[in-house]
């Protein structure tokens, strides 16, 4: 699995560039870079994707941009391991935002057939401390995706997609 890549000035057309991330790192196997999140940051475009390897094992990734075009993959990575162990562990939808003076990052996660949604910070997008389990129930099934948090009108919107929920 990659990311493809377009650019558009006006939102209608596009031009397709060459795949932004591909599975080559040992940690990927081949396997895949799945879904994740984008943030601009000190003037490079960051990528946070999950990378999931030949043994089906799921961690967050992370590749910048100087340019917006060309993507180079941390030596680091994958950045972030799940905090759990054992069978059916899954750690996926890596969402990164800004909050006052550091950035933020969901990831949608399962354990044990609970449904989980988890918490980091970080200051610097590469070295991430887990702060909390914000979600924790299994009636969403063994796993949230695509978390998601962002605030409208001046209230937080906290957005995600299970198992059970559409």
Avoid at 53 to 67: G, I, L, M
Avoid at 148 to 166: A, H, P, R, Y
């Amino acid at each position: 699995m990659h990311w493809g890549h377009a650019v558009s000035d006006d939102l209608i057309s596009w031009e397709e560039l060459p795949s932004a991330l591909s599975p080559d790192k040992p940690y990927e196997n081949g396997y895949g870079c799945r879904s994740g999140s984008a943030i601009e940051a000190d003037g490079k475009l960051w990528l946070f994707y999950n990378s999931v390897s030949q043994d089906n094992s799921e961690t967050v990734s992370a590749a910048w941009s100087d340019d917006g075009i060309n993507f180079i993959k941390s030596d680091a990575n994958p950045i972030i391991r799940p905090p759990f162990e054992g069978s059916g562990v899954k750690f996926r939808d890596p969402f990164v935002f800004r909050y006052g003076g550091s950035f933020r990052m969901l990831v949608g996660a399962g354990s044990a057939n609970v449904a989980k949604v988890l918490l980091y910070e970080s200051r610097d997008l590469l070295s991430w401390e887990l702060k909390s389990e914000i979600l924790s129930d299994p009636k969403f099934g063994s796993v949230i995706e695509a978390p998601g948090l962002f605030e409208v009108d001046g209230k937080w919107v906290f957005m995600i997609q299970s198992e059970t929920i559409c």
